[in-house]
């Protein structure tokens, strides 16, 4: 289905929250949705490297990186890995770099924007902490749906009748 996000916003308008956009889309697939996991983290992609090396298998990642503009959280290394294990999505609030690869892969990735400068590797983050970006609190276990109509976060999965 192309426009995911209309449907579920008619058919589901009480059990939806809209992040306000300011999103794009980069990655493979330009619709996707699952549980959500979090990952709080500033300039350091440490925990993103870890994560994507889990199985992923119906989740999306979901990255409050600040909001920075001066680092990427996602290259073209990590996307292929996350999308290799099974990941449906990822989320950076916060920039990405290798447009053109991660856009190869197999997997949907909406940021704010790109940067060619990776994140330094200090060990410093949160896993699964409510994150709040876009107008919207992601909490883990919830459920992201995104296209390139937007970003939507739901209590409970969601299934189009």
């Known amino acids: 289905m192309e426009d995911l996000l209309p449907e579920l916003c008619d058919q589901f308008p009480d059990k939806v929250r809209?992040?306000?956009?300011?999103?794009?889309?980069?990655?493979?697939?330009?619709?996707?949705?699952?549980?959500?996991?979090?990952?709080?983290?500033?300039?350091?992609?440490?925990?993103?490297?870890?994560?994507v090396a889990q199985p992923g298998e119906?989740?999306?990642?979901?990255?409050?990186?600040?909001?920075?503009?001066?680092?990427?959280?996602?290259?073209?290394?990590l996307a292929e890995k996350a999308s290799a294990n099974g990941w449906e999505g990822i989320i950076i609030y916060g920039c990405i770099r290798d447009v053109n690869a991660i856009g190869a892969t197999d997997i949907g990735v909406q940021a704010l924007g790109t940067h060619p400068m990776k994140t330094d590797k200090r060990g410093i983050g949160d896993l699964n902490v409510e994150v709040t970006f876009g107008g919207v609190t992601f909490r883990p276990g919830e459920y992201l749906y995104a296209d390139n109509n937007g970003i939507l976060v739901s209590h409970e999965k969601l299934e189009l009748a």
């Open 18 to 51: 809209v992040v306000e956009p300011m999103f794009a889309n980069f990655g493979g697939r330009e619709n996707f949705g699952g549980e959500i996991v979090t990952i709080k983290a500033f300039e350091d992609n440490s925990l993103v490297r870890e994560q």
């Open 58 to 77: 119906g989740k999306v990642l979901v990255v409050d990186g600040g909001g920075s503009m001066r680092r990427a959280m996602l290259g073209d290394m």
